[in-house]
């Protein structure tokens, strides 16, 4: 197997310190492309799919004194050196060197075997990340409708006050709040870089599907989905049949449940449960916001410069038992240019994002909780509504979500 490897000249890994606060970030987009450079000059053969042979070693009994030999119930195993014969003649101390050395030979045997499996393993890794695309992107494939509504959220930053793009909305974002719809709006149509096949079923094995994307959309798009904003996956008949909200079909809203939740918060939840159960709520808010909350869950923010909203009942996390209210909350925005998840709607790209939580720790009954205890709220599912929509047809909601929270705690275990 011949490989023919060219290394370019000295690369300088730019480092900045435009985050609030004060982390030093590498530029990821260029490490990726050299990566990218040197892999296309690289050539492999593919190896056999059958790993090397282990090399064998042989093992010669260690002879026992007779006083050893008791049921192993009743003795440990003694050591190598314990098990060698204690005598002063010269034949068998010149035995008893002979056992070590074979010991020794059979312990250096299988590091060799290590070695060469190991070798085998990284060649078989990188031959692997070269024929299909990157991790992060099978969700592009998979299930482009995610990554395509929180396209519209991020895209709403670069849409907002001044005031707003200094919140760190978006931490880590190679591209800046100011310039960052405009790179949205510059993206294809996400059916156009995982198109679905004849048979209807994405095929995530396929070549990097940002691989011919211009720079600053392939480091603007690695950087949203290797981001904790991700943990999304479409409610649908087909993907998801497990999980039903008959009302929402014929309102063209789409459905989105949060597949992993931040550090801790399942447990907090869990303990909270014991003294009152848990319950659905609603919580409308910004769609600029939904990025953070999807990688830190709902927070108290009353007071802070991340309020969006007022504190006429004071300070905490204002849910409510109706979906109708907490929608009077979510801003319009619009879907950015060549979405895809609001065209059936008829919304004309005008949008509302509303949150279904859950509630624990707290008596069920009233229209409308103002939360201190963060621990007390999950964030269960994300709704994308048409801007037209007013929340007239979300009566029955909160009945079906009752339902579907269910099925996921007892997914859960």
Not at 167 to 191: E, F, M, Q, W, Y
Not at 247 to 254: C, D, E, W, Y
Not at 349 to 370: F, P
């Amino acid at each position: 197997m011949a490989t023919h490897l060219s290394v370019p000249g000295p690369v300088t890994i730019l480092k900045t310190h435009n985050r609030e606060d004060s982390a030093v970030e590498v530029n990821a987009d260029d490490l990726r492309d050299l990566y990218d450079d040197i892999a296309s000059i690289i050539e492999f053969s593919e190896p056999s799919p059958t790993p090397p042979t282990p090399i064998e070693r042989t093992e010669t009994p260690l002879p026992l004194p007779l006083e050893q030999h008791q049921p192993e119930s009743q003795t440990p195993k003694p050591s190598l050196v314990e098990q060698v014969p204690r005598s002063s003649s010269s034949d068998q101390t010149t035995h008893a060197e002979e056992l070590v050395k074979q010991s020794q030979d059979a312990k250096q045997s299988k590091t060799l075997n290590a070695l060469v499996s190991s070798a085998y393993q990284a060649t078989r890794s990188i031959i692997l990340r070269r024929s299909g695309p990157s991790p992060e992107a099978n969700i592009l494939v998979t299930d482009p409708a995610a990554v395509d509504m929180l396209l519209t959220c991020i895209g709403t930053v670069g849409l907002s006050r001044r005031k707003i793009l200094r919140l760190n909305l978006l931490p880590g974002c190679p591209v800046s709040h100011t310039k960052i719809r405009k790179v949205i709006d510059g993206l294809p149509a996400l059916s156009s870089l995982a198109p679905v096949p004849k048979d209807g079923v994405p095929d995530s094995s396929k070549r990097d599907p940002l691989r011919n994307l211009p720079r600053k959309h392939r480091a603007f798009l690695r950087w949203l989905l290797h981001s904790p904003f991700i943990p999304l996956a479409s409610i649908t008949p087909s993907a998801t049949p497990h999980l039903i909200l008959p009302s929402l079909s014929p309102l063209h809203i789409q459905a989105f449940t949060i597949t992993r939740q931040p550090s801790n918060k399942e447990s907090l939840f869990l303990n909270h449960s014991a003294t009152h159960s848990p319950f659905p709520v609603f919580h409308g808010t910004c769609p600029s916001r939904i990025p953070l909350i999807l990688a830190q869950g709902l927070r108290n923010m009353s007071g802070t410069r991340y309020q969006s909203n007022g504190t006429a009942m004071g300070k905490g996390i204002y849910l409510a038992a109706d979906p109708q209210t907490s929608l009077y909350y979510s801003n319009t925005t619009y879907a950015w240019g060549r979405s895809q998840n609001w065209a059936s709607g008829g919304a004309k790209g005008a949008v509302k994002v509303l949150l279904a939580c859950e509630l624990a720790g707290e008596a069920r009954g009233e229209s409308l909780y103002v939360v201190k205890d963060e621990g007390k709220v999950v964030v269960r599912c994300v709704f994308l509504i048409p801007g037209s929509l007013g929340g007239e047809g979300l009566y029955g909601l909160s009945l079906e979500l009752e339902k579907l929270y269910k099925v996921l705690r007892d997914g859960r275990g």
